[in-house]
T-cell receptor, first 114, second 113 residues
């Protein structure tokens, strides 16, 4: 299957700082990427859908000014958690769609805000 | 997308077949059944999908009932590395709306030696 690379895999940041997470499709062009968040022992919750060259569509309850998404190219989408707080600590996962319309997932990023 | 129901957890002995059930009684005619699994602290991994015929690949087999209201994922010879949360998802294939995967609670499969 297609490869989606997510970086970093782990990050620890201080409260009030911003963190950027990258999601790359390595061997295909992804017109659509999805960002999920997962709390311990819980299922994945969709945060936003990102389309290349246009604004992301956020799910209800997700603050677009706090979780900035940029999908500037067909192989890269970034999620920036701005002014992070301890309650933003979570596992963030991206997913990318290829031309076959199947979804492939990154390895996830564990964010810890201290 | 149709809602799915899975048992929250299951145990399986190493080397034996693991049969994971999923109910999707409200599935529509154009919705596929997808299975993903998530090993601890990793992103979900695609396993298999099907519409109405049974499917098999190198990872697993998917058995879909004739009325399509339920399905079973079969791992023929479970290993310790198959311990994971298994998600059954139904969705329309193709189109932007269909590419969003909605995850339920999944089944936590524990393969024991």
């Amino acid at each position: 299957g297609a490869v989606v690379s997510q970086h970093p895999s782990r990050v620890i940041c201080k409260s009030g700082t911003s963190v950027k997470i990258e999601c790359r499709s390595l061997d295909f062009q992804a017109t659509t990427m999805f960002w999920y968040r997962q709390f311990p022992k819980k299922s994945l919750m969709l945060m936003a859908t990102s389309n290349e060259g246009s604004k992301a569509t956020y799910e209800q309850g997700v603050e677009k000014d706090k979780f900035l998404i940029n999908h500037a190219s067909l192989t890269l989408s970034t999620l920036t958690v701005t002014s992070a707080h301890p309650e933003d600590s979570s596992f963030y996962i991206c997913s990318a769609r290829d031309n076959s319309a199947e979804a492939f997932f990154g390895q996830g990023t564990r964010l810890t805000v201290v | 997308d149709a809602k799915t129901t899975q048992p929250p957890s299951m145990d399986c002995a190493e080397g034996r077949a693991a049969n994971l059930p999923c109910n999707h009684s409200t599935i529509s005619g154009n919705e596929y059944v997808y299975w993903y699994r998530q090993i601890h602290s990793q992103g979900p991994q695609y396993i298999i999908h099907g519409l109405k015929n049974n499917e098999t690949n190198e990872m697993a087999s998917l058995i879909i009932t004739e009325d399509r209201k339920s399905s079973t994922l079969i791992l023929p010879h479970a290993t310790l590395r198959d311990t994971a949360v298994y998600y059954c998802i139904v969705r329309v294939a193709g189109g932007n709306a269909g590419n969003m995967l909605t995850f339920g609670g999944g089944t936590r499969l524990m393969v024991k030696p």
